[in-house]
């Protein structure tokens, strides 16, 4: 089965629609598939529900989809710098579903797993525990906390090779791994493309099994979000 596609495009061909669930990896900016949202802009589908850390940063990344209001509800755990994400969701037109961060990581681990429920400590006693069940266990309460599964994941990878066994790379391997496990079809763009069995297999952080598209990336920035310097 050949994996390898020639652009973002086409690795993209056939699997967007509207209302359809898409997780995209990344940490703030680090690790995000730049090459594959911008097609995801410009095929027009709309009312997505995008499960993602955050939603980039002003004109970066996951930015572009809501600017053309293309989402409708986010499933995050962080809001932080993105002033059109802030503004869409106090205006209403935009749906947030607010994990703690921890939480989101299991939930989307758990939907890789095959693991439907699991309690958890952290929310508990605030709004994220609302309407949920709740269970006692050791003389602490815990909420219970569903797992997160999608129609589409995009992923940045550092290295992948023709069957799919992917590499990555520092900070970007933060929900790129267990996003690939836990959608329908994971499409993957990766800064380097190598032959079946140059990568290590105990460096392999996701193995080819998840993988169903790959893709040379196109855009490669490596942006620092907060410049700081010590006085002198």
């Known amino acids: 089965m050949n994996k390898l ?24 900016l680090v690790g995000n598939p730049e090459s594959l949202i911008p ?8 009312g997505l529900t995008v499960i993602s850390n955050n939603a980039g940063a002003d004109g970066f990344g996951l930015w572009h989809l809501l600017e053309s209001r293309q989402i409708a509800k986010m499933v995050s755990s962080y809001i932080g710098e993105n002033k059109l994400f802030e503004q869409q969701y106090l205006s209403g037109e935009l749906e947030l579903e607010l994990n703690p961060q921890g939480t989101l990581a299991e939930r989307i681990r758990a939907g890789g797993a095959g693991i439907p429920a699991f309690f958890t400590q952290s929310g508990v006693g605030t709004v994220v525990a609302e309407g949920k069940p709740q269970e006692e266990f050791g003389g602490e309460i815990y909420v219970r906390e ?11 990878a550092w290295r992948a090779d023709a069957s799919g066994n992917l590499q990555f790379r520092k ?48 855009v490669n920035d490596k942006r620092i979000e907060f410049r700081t310097v010590r006085e002198r």
């Open 146 to 156: 569903s797992w997160l599964r999608a129609d589409l994941a995009i992923v940045k």
């Open 5 to 28: 596609y020639d652009s973002p495009r086409a690795a993209l061909d056939g699997l967007l629609r509207d209302g359809m669930t898409i997780m995209s990896g990344g940490f703030g």
């Open 171 to 218: 900070t970007a391997r933060n929900f790129n791994p267990i996003m690939a496990t836990a959608a329908e079809v994971t499409v993957v763009e990766a800064e380097e493309i190598v032959e079946v069995g140059t990568i290590d297999p105990d460096c392999v952080h996701t193995p080819g099994i998840f993988v169903h598209r790959i893709v040379l990336s196109t």
């Open 39 to 46: 097609e995801i802009k410009a095929s027009g589908v709309k």
